[in-house]
T-cell receptor, first 112, second 115 residues
Framework: AQSVTQLGSHVSVSEGALVLLRCNYS??????LFWYVQYPNQGLQLLLK??????LVKGINGFEAEFKKSETSFHLTKPSAHMSDAAEYFC??????????FGAGTILRVKS | DGGITQSPKYLFRKEGQNVTLSCEQN?????MYWYRQDPGQGLRLIYY???????QKGDIAEGYSVSREKKESFPLTVTSAQKNPTAFYLC??????????????FGDGTRLSIL
C-alpha cells in the first residue's frame, strides 16, 4: 500500500530563514504529489502539485517543491520564512483514481 | 464564489445519538470525500463518492454513513456505533478523473465533540 512520510512533526525556523519540510513516498510507480497548507480551524488549501513534466514545481506564497524519483522525495521549500507561513503542512499522494493518501503533517513555527 | 460549505462549524453529540454533518459544493465536481482529522495522524478517508447515487467506504468507515442523492450534497452521519467521534471532519470535492491528478478542494471543517 502506498504511504507518505513527513519527517518532523514540528519544524521551527526564524523569520527570514529557509523553510524545508520533508516528504517521502513509498511507491514503485511515482504517484501524483501534492502539498497542502492548513491554518487553525480551517480546511486545507492547495500549495502546489506535481503531475508530470518539470520536477521543480512552483506554488503559491513563494513555496516550491522538487520531485526526486531516485530519492522518492517531494520536499517543500521557501527561501525566506514569513510569520504568516506558520501553519500545518500536509504532503499527499495519489496513484490511480481520486483517492489521496496524506502524511501525518508538519507544524511550522516561525520565530520573530 | 465557488466553494465548499460545511455546517455546522461546531457540533456536540450526546451519548447514543446520531448526528449529521452537512457538505454542499457549487464547484460542479462529481467526486466528493469525507475525512477525519485527529492531531498527529493526518487525514483519514471515511467515505468517498465519484458520482451521484454511488459511494465507497474509505479506510475508517465503521460507525459512519453517507448518502449522495444530489451532485452538490454529500452529508455524513456519525452514528452511535462510532465510539470515538470527537474529531475535526473535513469534506472535499474534485473533478472525477481516473489518473488521480486533479487536486481536491476542501471545506472549512466541522469540529465534533462529545457532551
Amino acid at each position: 500500500a502506498q504511504s507518505v512520510t513527513q519527517l518532523g512533526s514540528h519544524v521551527s525556523v526564524s523569520e527570514g530563514a529557509l523553510v524545508l519540510l520533508r516528504c517521502n513516498y513509498s511507491s514503485s510507480v511515482p504517484p501524483y504529489l501534492f502539498w497542502y497548507v492548513q491554518y487553525p480551524n480551517q480546511g486545507l488549501q492547495l500549495l502546489l502539485k506535481y503531475t508530470t513534466g518539470a520536477t521543480l514545481v512552483k506554488g503559491i506564497n513563494g513555496f516550491e517543491a522538487e520531485f526526486k524519483k531516485s530519492e522518492t522525495s517531494f520536499h517543500l521549500t521557501k527561501p525566506s520564512a514569513h510569520m504568516s507561513d506558520a501553519a500545518e503542512y500536509f504532503c499527499a499522494a495519489s496513484l490511480y483514481g481520486n483517492k489521496l493518501v496524506f502524511g501525518a503533517g508538519t507544524i511550522l513555527r516561525v520565530k520573530s | 464564489d465557488g466553494g465548499i460549505t460545511q455546517s455546522p462549524k461546531y457540533l456536540f453529540r450526546k451519548e447514543g445519538q446520531n448526528v449529521t454533518l452537512s457538505c454542499e459544493q457549487n464547484l460542479n465536481h462529481d467526486a466528493m470525500y469525507w475525512y477525519r482529522q485527529d492531531p498527529g495522524q493526518g487525514l483519514r478517508l471515511i467515505y468517498y463518492s465519484q458520482i451521484v447515487n454511488d459511494f465507497q467506504k474509505g479506510d475508517i468507515a465503521e460507525g459512519y454513513s453517507v448518502s449522495r442523492e444530489k451532485k452538490e450534497s454529500f452529508p455524513l452521519t456519525v452514528t452511535s456505533a462510532q465510539k470515538n467521534p470527537t474529531a475535526f471532519y473535513l469534506c472535499a470535492s474534485s473533478i472525477a478523473e481516473i489518473r488521480g491528478l486533479q487536486p481536491q478542494h476542501f471545506g472549512d471543517g466541522t469540529r465534533l465533540s462529545i457532551l
